[in-house]
């Protein structure tokens, strides 16, 4: 077996473990994984050492989940301590860093930073999000994927222009980058910071000889056309030097 060969035998591997990973007991329960302390958040992050993070635990949310601010320029989705966060990220918002307490102690948030992290990465806010017309949009996106396999790229790419239209006035996420993670990151190391009266850290650079950044290339493999051209598009990634990833959509 060649490694083409190999690789569309991997592909239908891991399509049916999906499928039972999907209906499998544990799998509801998976992605409620338990926070970590921020902590261990900020080591995660920028390999900093950990001698000078001095966090204790979030003081206990009682409210349900929600928008709220941490400094004018940051939004996050999660339950505060001390008020109801909103159910849009319109309007005025509440600024849990006005509650961060610092003190001989360490320093404490009024919500559970590494929680807020994870749901902006998981978008665990897109249930919550532009609740207006809900039930329309959910409809029209049903619309969409049943006739999706039939309509062409170039039909597929208006109706996407359609959908995306006034993307870059909305207040949340930004869009076409949203860099809330980053920035949140940021203001726990700058507290970090600030309560040990440093001004400057070692931390390990995110990329290799001082690049800014990197790019990945993924591809979404649907259906049996998709999975079976895996290879031909694996050799002309290769040709160009790519190294792509490859993410499996599963049917259902």
């Known amino acids: 077996m060649n490694s083409k060969e190999a690789m569309a035998s991997g592909v239908v591997n891991l ?5 039972r ?3 499998s007991p544990i799998a509801a329960s998976a992605t409620c994984d338990g926070a970590k302390s921020v902590n261990q958040v900020l080591i995660d992050y920028y390999r900093c050492p950990p001698n000078f993070l ?7 949310a009682v409210t349900r989940r929600g928008f709220f601010q941490f ?6 989705f999660g339950a505060l301590a001390h008020t109801d966060a909103q159910s849009n990220p319109c309007g005025n918002l ?15 948030l009024p919500f559970d930073a590494s929680e807020a992290i994870e749901n902006l990465r998981r978008e665990r806010y897109s249930a919550h999000f532009r609740q207006e017309g809900r039930i329309l949009n959910t409809l029209l996106r049903k619309a969409y994927y049943l006739l999706r396999p039939y309509a062409s790229v170039s039909v597929r790419r208006h109706f996407q222009k359609i959908h995306l239209r006034d993307w870059d006035t909305i207040r949340f996420p930004t869009w076409p980058v949203d860099f809330t993670v980053d920035r949140i990151h940021q203001k726990l190391l700058a507290l970090a910071m600030r309560a040990e009266g440093l001004e400057r850290v070692p931390f390990i650079w995110f ?5 800014g950044s990197c790019a990945i290339l993924t591809h979404d493999v649907e259906g049996l056309p998709g999975r079976d051209f895996c290879g031909h598009l694996m050799d002309l990634d290769e040709s160009f030097g790519f190294h792509s990833s490859f993410q499996i959509v599963p049917e259902n």
Do not use: S
């Open 71 to 76: 400094g004018q320029d940051t939004l996050c």
């Open 94 to 108: 509440f600024d849990a860093l006005e509650r961060v307490k610092v003190d001989g102690h360490g320093i404490q």
């Open 54 to 60: 001095q966090f204790r635990p979030a003081i206990q």
């Open 15 to 19: 399509m049916e473990e999906v499928e």
């Open 207 to 211: 990329w290799p000889d001082n690049y």
């Open 21 to 23: 990973w999907r209906d």
